[in-house]
């Protein structure tokens, strides 16, 4: 009889102890399943002596793979030690993960270092029932040799679990157990002893009395050393903080992309000293050959013990459960940071997503609590790419996933990014949206993306993230103009969002014609009336403004506000908006007579309709601020201002570029009122956050900056500007 194939976790392939189920000799007939046996033949005499009466060999040993590389683990040794430490019946530990991350090498290692304790230390790769009963048999055989020509499988199989029985101080190790079913009549005769078992499966344990340990991925230094031990057999991996040499260039950033699992660093680092590459070049075949490279193994390796081999053995488990391998290619899509089990509502009815997501958890390709799902990046990136010879990854599956995977996001998202109370939620699944646009082309953007890029590059903005911003807005107008017709509102409105940004990131040049130009085109296909026709109106009036052009820019706003207040009503906040927006170019053109009594109005109707905290109600609140100082009173102008900053500190956050507007519009006021000791020290730490928020070259960073330059020099000349934020 062959023996099964050696199991996929397992350190190294190996061959079990050929047997044969027959004997020379004729006429016999086996009783299965005791120790009883009626043959025509005369057997030896050990055939027929009682299992108990037999002590083990010394040193009764077979633990494949126990000279492999083995870095770290410490504590996960010690888990293991005291989990198997107790004496008394038989103690089990069960040792489960994701394919690859290192259990039957951990296992190995534990083994080993138990044989001068234990005896026998038996290894049985346990991954159906008849590979527990061939690792039975050659047990069997290693504690009675002289029974190879006497007995059957079967037999054999009996007369070591009757052994194990009836003595205790032995390890049996079963790997790779695929269903605990296997295992259980085992476990359920041995009375004392110990059991390691190592799976994929990280449920069904509890049945079986077991301790169970969960492994994870190594910590960067190990994946490191277990790199460099493979790859560059002769060095050592250099301490942290020092050089890297040559041959392992790009080694941090390739164990961080391996996503620090043992089988990946493996497997890329015999390929590495087999073909002499450098960490950098093996991550460059990756980005360009992914499919290639993670189902490729070194010569010598065993081609079985691929990643991409492993993880669909597991996935073949699953075709059980449809929606499991439906749910890992949708997930693959996404952040390896936590993804919400939000986002999946509405992808399935829920007993069914439950179900598919407990199967995917249960094999570890998933990691699950009451909140979130965690992926492995490595599963991500192998579950995305397409192989015509896997039938999980075919390439019209994951197309659909990739799309799939857009809309939830999408159905995920708040609908509102202006309002503070939906920032949480549009913060934890930026990392998923960012990860889902980067790894396609624009080309290849789902026809429904619009609404997710355009809102993303939105918030975006609102947070003061312009650049970024605008490559969702960008890529949003490509995306738009390919797949509609150009009166179709989608492009409208993206052009809409496209100017507003250019004009928040300054650039002046590009966002004026652009919001002509679409503000004609709203006005032919929309009508002049149309609400976003009026909030196009007003933000090329804002425009006109921020060029010093108020020759444009206070009539388009006074004929606006007309028009808001006519079509939306006198309360409506777009309209509030206009009014308070026009009270600004009023303060800009110097008019302070029309602009304080406009603010001081349209301030108290944000109030009352929108509310204390609401952000354009602290927007209203800081130019009012700023036009009591342009005026010269600073007994009302500092109060409002410091006020103000409070409330944006707690509504907004400290790091939000309202709130760095509020503190520069304040230093000035105490510059203004010749109170250097506070301006200063604002200034500066002002200009830090800045920096840090928003980057050098965005241009409330360059106010502050040139505020901070004119406090230094003790002038009170004005120059300082105002970002209403």
């Known amino acids: 009889m062959t023996a099964p194939p050696a199991a996929a976790d397992s350190p190294n392939r190996r061959s079990h102890v050929q047997l044969d189920a027959t004997v020379s000799g004729q006429g016999r007939v086996y009783q299965a399943g005791g120790d009883q046996i009626v043959n025509q033949t005369v057997l030896p005499e050990a055939a027929l002596r009682p299992v108990s009466e037999r002590a083990a060999p010394s040193a009764t040993v077979n633990v494949p793979g126990h000279r492999q590389v083995f870095v770290g683990r410490g504590d996960e040794l010690a888990a293991l030690e005291a989990a198997l430490g107790g004496s008394g019946p038989v103690v089990v530990a069960a040792v489960h993960g994701l394919g690859g991350i290192g259990k039957s090498t951990l296992a190995a290692h534990f083994a080993v270092t138990q044989t001068g304790a234990c005896n026998p230390v038996w290894w049985i790769t346990a991954d159906s029932a008849t590979g527990m009963q061939a690792g039975l048999a050659a047990l069997a055989l290693a ?53 390691l078992v190592t799976s994929r499966l990280g449920q069904g344990w509890h049945h079986l009395g077991a301790r169970v340990l969960r492994l994870d991925v190594l910590e960067e230094a190990e994946a490191l050393e277990l790199l460099t031990r493979i790859a560059t057999p002769r060095q050592h991996a250099p301490a942290p903080g020092t050089q890297m040499p040559e041959a392992l260039d790009g080694a941090i950033e390739l164990v961080r992309e391996l996503g620090y699992l043992p089988l990946a660093i493996e497997q890329a680092a015999a390929y590495l000293h087999q073909a002499r590459l450098t960490p ?138 202006e309002i503070p109370a939906s920032w949480p939620q549009w913060r934890t699944l930026l990392p998923h949206i960012d990860a889902v646009f980067e790894r396609m082309s624009p080309e290849t953007d789902a026809i429904d993306a619009d609404d997710l890029l355009r809102n ?128 600004c170019a009023y303060e800009a053109a110097g008019d302070l007579a029309r602009a304080i009594p406009l603010y001081e109005a349209t301030l108290s109707d944000f109030e009352r309709v929108l509310g204390a905290d609401h952000p354009h109600t602290l927007t209203c609140r800081n130019n009012l601020a700023y036009a009591y100082e342009t005026a010269g009173d600073l007994g009302r102008a500092i109060p409002l201002f410091e006020a103000t900053l409070a409330e944006r500190e707690r509504v907004l956050g400290p790091d939000h570029p309202s709130t760095l507007t509020s503190r520069n519009n304040l230093a000035c006021a105490y510059r203004a009122a010749g109170d250097l000791s506070r301006a200063i020290p604002l200034y500066e730490a002002t200009v830090s956050d800045c920096e840090r928020v928003l980057g050098l070259h965005h241009p409330t960073t360059q106010v502050v900056q040139e505020n901070l330059k004119a406090a230094i020099r003790r002038t009170q000349s004005g120059q300082r500007g105002r970002v209403d934020g």
Do not use: K
């Open 143 to 195: 504690l009675q040799p002289e029974l190879a020509a006497a007995l059957p499988l079967e037999a054999l199989a009996e007369r070591a679990t009757g052994w194990l029985a009836a003595h205790e101080g032995w390890l049996l190790i079963l790997d790779n157990v695929t269903d605990p079913a296997d295992v259980a009549p085992l476990l359920g005769r041995t009375l004392a002893g110990r059991v």
């Open 280 to 417: 950098r070049a093996y991550l460059n075949l990756l980005t360009e050959y992914p499919a290639v490279m993670y189902d490729q193994a070194a010569e010598g390796n065993d081609a079985e013990r691929t990643i991409a081999r492993v993880w669909r053995l597991t996935v073949d488990r699953l075709t059980h459960t449809p929606l499991a391998g439906d749910l890992l290619r949708i997930l693959a899509w996404y952040g390896a940071e936590p993804i919400p089990r939000s986002v999946l509502d509405g992808l399935a009815d829920p007993p069914q997503l439950q179900q598919a997501l407990g199967a995917l958890a249960a094999y570890s390709m998933i990691t699950l609590d009451d909140a979130v799902i965690t992926v492995h990046r490595l599963v991500q990136a192998v579950a995305r790419t397409p192989d015509p010879d896997d039938p999980h990854r075919q390439a019209t599956d994951i197309d659909t996933a990739r799309t799939r995977a857009i809309r939830l996001l999408d159905q995920a998202r708040p609908h509102e990014y």
């Open 456 to 583: 993303t590059g939105l918030f975006l903005e609102s947070q003061g993230a312009i650049g970024r911003a605008l490559i969702y807005l960008e890529r949003c107008m490509t995306l738009v103009q390919r797949v509609y017709d150009l009166d179709h509102p989608a492009v409208l409105v993206t052009r809409a969002s496209l100017a507003y940004a250019y004009d928040a990131a300054g650039d002046l040049g590009r966002a004026i014609p652009l919001m002509e130009h679409n503000l004609a085109e709203e006005e032919r296909i929309l009508g002049p009336e149309h609400p976003n026709t009026l909030a196009s109106r007003s933000n090329l009036a804002g425009a006109y403004e921020a060029a010093g052009d108020l020759a444009r820019a206070i009539p388009l706003y006074e004929a606006t506000l007309a028009d808001c207040e006519r079509v939306l009503g006198a309360d409506h906040p777009r309209t509030l908006t206009s009014r308070s927006n026009l009270a």
